[in-house]
């Protein structure tokens, strides 16, 4: 009786060199190092455009007349809790940055680790996503003002700083779009290692 032996590698790798599989995994961890450099450029980048942005202008103050009166970053809450999170983002994208480079010298899996990381992604992005729009928000209601509740807009006499905050934003919005490309290469790279 002659019995078949059935190979357990996947059909891709079934005829390639058997360094196939690391060379795959070489270029991916490469790829994801890339990418959270982006995101530690893209949240510091955010970080340093909000902080900056200060501006001062005479405004009319009855019965005085006019006089300087400077707006920061640090007036609005919102802006206080979108550099929050943007330097949480931006420390979390270096630390795993060199994780992942550390990983790059140690060619071993650790799904544990693996699984951690995505799960923490998952999280930072809920993070920047909510410090974005809650930033957005407060810029919009500068820009625009509301006339239901009376609040005049605050972009016309101070445009820098609005120049700045939306610059800002933007950024945030670049880091955010960094963290889903993350989160969906490493499903991607997971649901690639379920044998079939």
């Not at 009855?62 to 809790?81: E, L």
């Not at 920047?128 to 919009?140: I, R």
């Not at 945030?172 to 969906?184: D, E, G, H, K, P």
Request: glycine residues 6%.
């Amino acid at each position: 009786m002659v019995s078949s032996i059935t190979s357990v590698a996947p059909v891709e790798y079934k005829n390639s060199p058997s360094g196939a599989p690391d060379a795959i995994s070489r270029k991916s961890a490469t790829v994801e190092v890339i990418l959270r450099v982006f995101l530690f450029i893209g949240s510091l980048t955010a970080v340093v455009v909000m902080v900056t942005s200060k501006q001062t202008e005479l405004v009319p103050f009855p019965p005085i007349g006019m006089v300087p009166n400077t707006i920061r970053f640090t007036d609005t809450p919102a802006f206080d809790y979108f550099v929050a999170a943007l330097s949480t983002s931006g420390l979390y994208g270096i630390i795993t940055a060199l994780l992942n480079v550390s990983a790059l010298s140690k060619p071993a899996y650790n799904k544990v680790l693996a699984l951690y990381i995505v799960a923490i992604d998952v999280v930072i992005l809920a993070i920047v996503a909510a410090a974005s729009g809650t930033a957005g928000g407060v810029a919009y209601v500068g820009i625009e003002g509301n006339s239901h509740t009376r609040w005049r807009k605050i972009c016309t006499p101070y445009d820098t700083f609005c120049q700045h905050a939306a610059g800002a934003i933007v950024v945030s919005l670049f880091a955010a779009t960094i963290l889903i490309v993350l989160i969906l290469k490493s499903v991607f790279t997971m649901y690639r290692k379920i044998p079939n």
